[in-house]
């Protein structure tokens, strides 16, 4: 049995392009990420306060000795000490920014073969690599930096145990790949002091880390049941392995699920999106020092969409159709949410042609206290004013998904937004991402724009066409819309539950063809909105 485990482990991988090199290992004569137009993206709100207090501070100091200099009174003695002026990521970032910085870097690409922990061992311990102050606590840490398509999952397991035990902070590189077992040793990028997740792991933006299930192979023989009996006991362990790191490394139940469903001959890259909400900091490089990232989110439905839906599935880690179903936007605003999660991602048009973007999540939410002290004060000959303080009346005395769901695809709830804008622009940040650097969800991609004012202009003529009267066709589907459509969908396609929505169904029986819907639908390539 011991022997026949210790085979098998050896055999367990992801699966991977064949080869039997061992990854290589470069000490690098400088430290590339060192470089002062370096700056971190702000896609997760946990960490928005902590990221804008490092980008505050400016370039780190060019050495490890500097960076601890700065920061030692915090790791003092056994406890994380405060100044009373900072919280747990406010404290703890530095150290891991200083660190990718300034650290010295061991640079491993190509793949994962057994012996490369002890490679990676007797580096450590040759060039004196490791920085700790007592085992397992080392704030001011050197750098693995990857670049590798994974390999035998058993021994990046033990490479991600080293990482992890000298709190290395792990970064993959400006097009650089980290997939399969790679993404273990990626993942092992964290501390844990006293009790307290905190990752120390990096992406650049045009980086590449994937996962899917784990495969095994075999020699092709008859195997003996006792010989199955014994290698399904070791996938079961080594399944139980691998998930008790992932928990420990605080990534989600979601990507694990994400992770097993992905076949082994397949790979899902995860997004920047999917990679902030599993605790990854992603950074770029600006044009020059002390300059942000400008915005790259281009001011279109499919844009907003894409960016509103990434966020609710990089912090709920589901998909929600109510994104779709909700998503309003017009030539300077938009909003979508979903009412019960208290989830609302809005934005407004910038100078440049960009999306500015404010979300109201679990984490953070300042639209929920915009509410009768803000708006009262306005000029009431505003457009929508009355609905507008309604608007505030609710969100002042309800949850705010409750306050704002009536208002779904009526024009007031984007002009609410416009004067959220206007008072808390401060808020809205540019997106440093292309709408193809975020990509559309997948749960959306075939579904039908619903809410889009083009189709539903189309459908309202054809609603007063049946003799169904909506009032002249504006594109929006209010309430008598809404109910409208449900007449039809009774009528024409005997969908009684399609709650006052369009289907394909609907519009077939309408009249209007496949073809036709194909400019309605999300990811389809004739989709021009």
């Known amino acids: 049995m011991t022997r026949l485990f210790g085979a098998v482990l050896t055999l367990i991988g992801f699966l991977t392009a064949l080869s039997a090199q061992a990854a290589n290992f470069e000490i690098r004569a400088t430290n590339p990420y060192g470089d002062p137009r370096f700056q971190l993206l702000d896609l997760n709100q946990t960490y928005s306060e902590a990221i804008g207090f490092i980008q505050g501070l400016g370039p780190s100091k060019p050495t490890l000795e500097g960076v601890q200099e700065d920061w030692d009174w915090v790791f003092r003695g056994n406890a994380i000490r405060s100044d009373g002026a900072h919280s ?6 530095p150290a891991a920014v200083g660190s990718l910085q300034a650290g010295r ?6 793949q994962i073969e057994k012996g490369d922990a002890e490679v990676l061992q007797r580096l450590i311990k040759a060039g004196g690599f490791s920085n700790c102050r007592a085992p397992g606590y080392c704030p001011f840490a050197n750098v693995i930096s990857l670049d590798s398509p994974g390999g035998n999952f058993a021994e990046a397991l033990r490479l991600a145990e080293i990482i992890r035990s000298e709190n290395f902070v792990t970064v993959v590189g400006p097009n650089a790949t980290c997939e399969s077992a790679c993404t273990l040793m990626f993942l092992g990028g964290y501390t844990s002091y006293e009790g307290r997740f905190f990752p120390r792991r990096f992406a650049h933006v045009t980086s590449r880390v994937g996962v899917h299930q784990p495969a095994i192979t075999l020699p092709r023989r008859d195997y003996s049941a006792g010989e199955v009996d014994q290698i399904l006991t070791i996938l ?11 928990l420990g490394s605080g990534v989600s139940i979601g990507l694990m699920d994400r992770m097993f469903a992905t076949a082994p001959e397949d790979m899902y890259t995860l997004t920047p999106l999917d990679l902030a909400g599993e605790h990854v900091f992603l950074f770029d490089w600006a044009a020059a020092p002390n300059q942000p990232l400008p915005g790259r989110l281009t001011a279109t439905r499919a844009a907003a969409l894409a960016y509103c839906g990434q966020s609710f599935r ?6 929600s159709m109510d994104l779709v179903h909700n998503l309003q936007v017009d030539a300077l605003s938009f909003i979508t949410f979903e009412t019960g999660r208290n989830f609302a991602c809005m934005g407004h048009k910038s100078n440049a042609g960009t999306w500015q973007v404010e979300i109201c999540d679990s984490n953070r939410c300042v639209f929920e206290t915009y509410g009768q002290v803000e708006m009262m004060p306005k000029d009431p000959a505003l457009k929508y004013y009355n609905q507008m303080l309604e608007i505030a009346v609710g969100i002042d005395n309800a949850e705010l998904g409750i306050a704002i769901r009536d208002y779904a695809h009526r024009g007031a709830l984007l002009a609410y937004v416009r004067e959220f804008y206007k008072d808390e622009s401060y808020l809205f940040r540019d ?11 997948l749960a959306y991609c075939g579904v039908l724009d619903d809410a889009n004012p083009e189709l539903v202009r189309m459908v309202q ?7 169904i009267n909506v009032g002249r066709p504006d594109g929006a589907p209010g309430p008598n819309t809404r109910e409208g459509i449900q007449t039809a969908q009774n ?3 005997g969908d009684t539950t399609a709650q006052g929505r369009i289907t394909p169904a ?3 029986a309408m009249g209007i063809p496949s073809e036709a819907q194909a400019r309605f639908r999300f990811c389809d390539p004739a989709y021009d909105h």
């Open 105 to 110: 870097v061991i640079h491993l690409s190509g």
């Open 506 to 508: 609907l519009l077939q």
């Open 314 to 319: 990089s912090t709920y880690k589901v998909d």
């Open 461 to 467: 003529g054809k609603l007063n066409d049946l003799g």
């Open 491 to 493: 009528r024409l396609t």
């Open 236 to 246: 079961s362990r080594s399944t139980n392995a691998v998930t008790k790191f992932f």
């Open 431 to 441: 997106v440093p991402l292309t709408p193809d650097q975020i990509g559309m969800p």
């Open 88 to 93: 747990y990521e406010t404290l703890l970032i």
